[in-house]
């Protein structure tokens, strides 16, 4: 099955300065790509995604780019406000059924 | 629309007691599934639907069962609860499992304790 592996575990910069959050997936049928954010005690919600056909997406400060030859997408935050303090979740659905499969998670701290 | 909804939103079991956790979405989804959050582990798949009748085990099966009797409901079923069960229970939903219809939605999820 696939296995998604995300860095870093917790990413501390200051407000105003960029951030970036890095994904591996191992399933080459991987055709899809969200990022998701969790603030604490709620649901995660998706802040952007890309599909296998596209090489970068951008929807304001928040940008993600994908290689699928490297295997690798990454998640851009510029300009950082502390609103964007939460944990946020790579996730990688592939050819078959079985949903999304999920990276561990990167805990975001902007310092004021 | 209501979207992705939970019951209950608090659950504490004692070992061996049983329980339904209880899913439902208004959008007319054909793709329901269940994920456990458990502390920096991520979210991983229990069990998933592609529709009314089908149902297939997905990374952490084990302890959970569930049907899909109508398009809309995906309960999910602790038939003896196991300390090992607390965590916190989301369910999601999307039109479809390709194209642009796979956007999965969250429901607000149920965070269980098992004594």
């Known amino acids: 099955g696939e296995n998604v592996e995300q860095h870093p575990s917790t990413l501390s910069v200051q407000e105003g300065d960029s951030a970036v959050i890095k994904c591996t997936y191992s399933?080459?049928?991987?055709?899809?790509f969200p990022w998701y954010k969790q603030e604490l005690g709620k649901r995660p919600q998706l802040i952007i995604d890309?599909?296998?056909?596209?090489g970068e997406k951008k929807d304001q400060r928040i940008a993600v780019t994908l290689n699928k030859t490297a295997k690798h997408f990454s998640l851009h935050i510029t300009e950082t406000q502390p609103e964007d303090s939460a944990v946020y979740f790579c996730?990688?659905?592939?050819?078959?059924?079985?949903?999304?499969?999920f990276g561990k998670g990167t805990h975001l701290i902007i310092q004021p | 629309n209501a979207g992705v909804t939970q019951t209950p939103k608090f659950q504490v079991l004692k070992t061996g007691q049983s329980m339904t956790l209880q899913c439902a979405q208004d959008?007319?989804?054909?793709?329901m599934s269940w994920y456990r959050q458990d502390p920096g582990m991520g979210l991983r798949l229990i069990h998933y639907s592609v529709g009314a009748g089908i149902t297939d085990q997905g990374e952490v099966p084990n302890g959970y069962n569930v049907s899909r009797s109508t398009t809309e409901d995906f309960p999910l079923r602790l038939l003896s609860a196991a300390p090992s069960q607390t965590s916190v229970y989301f369910c999601?939903?999307?039109?479809?499992?390709?194209?642009?219809?796979?956007?999965?939605?969250f429901g607000p999820g149920t965070r269980l304790t098992v004594l």
């Open positions: 399933d080459s049928a991987s055709n899809y």
């Open positions: 999601a939903s999307s039109y479809s499992l390709a194209g642009a219809g796979n956007t999965q939605y």
């Open positions: 959008m007319n989804h054909e793709y």
């Open positions: 890309i599909r296998s056909n596209v």
């Open positions: 996730a990688a659905m592939g050819g078959g059924a079985d949903g999304l499969t």
